[in-house]
């Protein structure tokens, strides 16, 4: 980094971000800080002319930021959380993670949607939403419009089942425990669990949160896996297998030692505040690099995708209900 020549753009970034990190505690919840970071920048990117001098420095905090981001995230991240769970739930999470992650790598390629924005939007939706996107998205894209269109898709879908889940959940008569499941193993981020999940009851929002956790404690391996699929045809030996990003090296680390050491609450408090607000500018600068007419031309088949991922996800789940 060269900040004489970089601070321009990481200073119009981390502005952004800010105000969007603390902006965000006035709307509603379903709505965070990340999504309105996001939204800002892309606002900001069309309606301004971004001199040229910031554009190095909005570039490197896209991409840096997003990695260093991921490490605090990993602090948040409990193997334990899947210890807590019956087998029958545990078969649910795992065998439904399994097959969206499959689904997601065969039918983006199938359906050509453009560029990873498929990829990016069925790992979000499969796992945690938008943390679970940028974990991913430095090893499989460079493209910030695909991390901006699939940042808008799983938000979206997530809030829209959100409000709808609950409501078809009660009407179909589910008691609490298959309530807490279904919520638990579909919905895209933990806000978006505990929203659907306490707005029935505390029971359904007790059973939805371990679920939602289990899932999110799915991430380390499920990125493994997908870098697997994805890098399967550009490997000459196994050990190429291994060669990952060294900032998911550390994301796994953080996440094993998390999980066998006990961290004081406030040190993992302050970890997720910084995660928080750390991604919040990264993707600022992203929404800053992002315009209209690519994002709504692009944008069409990216939703699209999103909810027929998130429409498959809910079936699989509702099928393997029957089964455990």
Request: with cysteine; charged share 10%.
């Amino acid at each position: 980094m060269n900040l004489a020549k970089d601070y321009k753009g990481i200073i119009l970034a981390a502005t952004i971000g800010m105000a969007a990190y603390f902006g965000a505690d006035f709307l509603p919840s379903a709505i965070g800080s990340i999504l309105v970071a996001l939204l800002l920048g892309i606002i900001v990117g069309n309606l301004i002319k971004i001199p040229e001098g910031f554009q190095s420095g909005i570039g490197y905090t896209s991409s840096k930021l997003l990695e260093l981001s991921i490490l605090f995230l990993a602090f948040s991240i409990n193997y334990n959380s899947i210890a807590k769970l019956g087998i029958g739930s545990f078969s649910i999470v795992i065998i439904t993670v399994l097959l969206m992650l499959l689904i997601t790598f065969f039918l983006s390629k199938r359906l050509k949607c453009p560029g990873t924005t498929g990829w990016l939007t069925g790992f979000g939706t499969t796992i945690c939403g938008s943390s679970a996107i940028a974990a991913l998205a430095p090893s499989v894209t460079k493209n910030k419009e695909d991390i901006g269109i699939a940042m808008a898709a799983v938000n979206l879908y997530g809030s829209i089942g959100m409000i709808l889940l609950p409501i078809l959940l009660k009407y179909f008569a589910f008691d609490a425990t298959s309530s807490g499941i279904f919520i638990g193993a579909s919905l895209h981020s933990v806000g978006n669990v505990a929203g659907a999940g306490f707005g029935i009851s505390d029971e359904v929002g007790e059973i939805s949160i371990t679920i939602k956790l289990a899932r999110v404690a799915m991430l380390s391996p499920a990125l493994i896996f997908f870098n697997y699929l994805v890098n399967r045809n550009n490997v000459k030996n196994w050990r190429d297998h291994f060669n990952l990003p060294w900032y998911l090296w550390a994301f796994i680390g953080i996440t094993i030692f998390t999980s066998f050491v006990s961290i004081p609450k406030e040190v993992l408090s302050f970890m997720k505040i910084s995660g928080n607000e750390v991604l919040s500018i990264a993707m600022a600068a992203i929404g800053l690099k992002i315009s209209f007419a690519k994002l709504f031309s692009a944008g069409k088949q990216g939703l699209v995708f999103g909810a027929m991922i998130f429409a498959l996800e809910l079936l699989i789940i509702g099928l393997l209900m029957l089964v455990f």
